[in-house]
C-alpha cells in the first residue's frame, strides 16, 4: 500500500469526503471519507491508499489541524520593502527570507490595481499553501500605492 506523510491544505471538505493538496509537491488526493477536517484548513497526517486501485486515500494518523489567517492589514510596507519595490518594475515579485522565520513577498502592480492584487493574494490557494510549506502561523497583506507587501510570519 502507498502510504504518504505530510502537510497538506484542505481544498474541499463536504460530511462524505474531502480533498488534500499536499504542499510540498501539490499532489492532489481524495479521501474516501471525511475524518473531520475542514476546507481551507492545514493538517499534518498520514494517508495511505486505499486498494485494490489505490485511486482515493484514508487518513492512517491526522497529528495536527489548524487554521493560518491570510489577512489585508491596514499598515503600509516597510521601508525595507519600499526600496525593494522601487528596484523593480511593475510585475515583478521579489522573494526574500525573514530575520528569523518566514519570508516576505513584493510585488510591484500598476497603481490603480494595488487593491484588486491584494484581494487576488489573499484569496489565493497558492498563498496558503505557501505558508503552510514554510511552517508558519499567519499571513500579513500590506499595500502601498503600486505594491503589495505579503508577510508570512511565525505567531
Do not use: C, W
Not at 58 to 87: G, H, M, N, S, W
Amino acid at each position: 500500500m502507498t502510504t504518504k506523510e505530510g502537510t497538506f491544505l484542505v481544498t474541499h471538505a463536504d460530511d462524505e469526503s474531502a480533498t488534500l493538496r499536499d504542499v510540498a509537491d501539490s499532489q492532489v488526493l481524495t479521501l474516501s471519507e471525511n475524518p473531520g477536517v475542514d476546507a481551507g484548513n492545514v493538517v499534518d497526517a498520514t494517508v495511505e491508499a486505499e486498494p485494490p486501485m489505490e485511486v482515493t486515500y484514508t487518513v492512517v494518523e491526522l497529528d495536527a489541524e489548524r487554521t493560518i489567517p491570510v489577512e489585508r492589514v491596514d499598515f503600509e510596507p516597510t521601508t525595507q520593502v519600499k526600496d525593494i519595490a522601487a528596484d523593480q518594475p511593475v510585475g515583478d515579485l521579489t522573494t526574500r527570507e525573514r530575520a528569523g522565520e518566514g519570508e516576505i513577498h513584493v510585488l510591484t502592480v500598476p497603481e490603480g490595481d494595488t487593491d484588486e492584487a491584494a484581494t487576488e493574494v489573499v484569496e489565493d490557494e497558492a498563498t496558503l499553501s505557501r505558508a503552510a510549506r514554510l511552517g508558519v502561523d499567519r499571513v500579513e497583506v500590506r499595500t502601498a500605492t503600486g505594491v503589495v507587501s505579503v508577510r508570512y510570519l511565525p505567531d
